[in-house]
């Protein structure tokens, strides 16, 4: 089955402890983002990467890394957490297959509920 | 800036009438729009989209229709079901440029039995 996973689903953390939140997808993709949604704000782009070891900012990196050694792998890394990163985050993928153009058609993993205390 | 707007923050219809969802864009480089549907407790999953050299398409109950001129887009779902209840997100991208996609905030649509 076509998915994107991600772990955990709910994480309770304090400030300052850094934490991880990983994505898989195994469609093959190229393009792997992650966004974060809140109240009233919709959802935001944290960030993208195009393929492996090219990765990019979005519209809220502040506080956040990524990485992309693996095509499938995508993780989110808060160094630092604070409470303002408490919010759900949702990792997605698309194929981009022989360079074509971004269709938006993204596949979304069901989400990860962060709160930091 | 806000490049796509949900104006409405929810919508409440009968089971069997139509629900139209409205969104409009500033960005004129935009040229291609989706409809993303997300459940409590799930990821968004996509719905429909439209190209800019289109103004409709249509896949079964939902249809979206694009007015480039007005930079507004509507996807109208009828008729609609109980099951339909979920946030809707508009969203559109440059496909010639920056090829980033760009959400509106969402609008709640509850379809009443």
Known sequence: EAQVTQNPR???????????????????????SWYRQDPGLGLRQIYY??????????????????SRKEKRNFPLILESPSPNQTSLYFCASNGLAGGSANTGELFFGEGSRLTVL | DQQ?????????????RISILNCDYTNSMFDYFLWY????????????????????????????????????LSLHIVPSQPGDSA????????????EKLVFGKGMKLTVNP
């Open chain 2, 87 to 98: 946030v809707y997100f508009c969203a559109a991208i440059d496909q010639g440029g920056s």
């Open chain 2, 37 to 72: 549907k997300k459940y409590p407790a799930e990821g968004p999953t996509f719905l429909i989209s439209i190209s800019s050299i289109k103004d409709k398409n249509e896949d079964g109950r939902f249809t979206v229709f694009l007015n480039k001129s007005a930079k507004h």
């Open chain 1, 49 to 66: 990467s195009m393929n492996v070891e090219v990765t990019d900012k979005g519209d809220v990196p502040e506080g956040y890394k990524v």
């Open chain 1, 10 to 32: 709910y994480l309770i953390t304090v400030t300052g402890k850094k934490l991880t939140v990983t994505c898989s997808q195994n469609m093959n993709h190229e393009y792997m």
């Open chain 2, 4 to 16: 796509v707007k949900q104006n409405s923050p929810s919508l409440s219809v009968q089971e069997g």
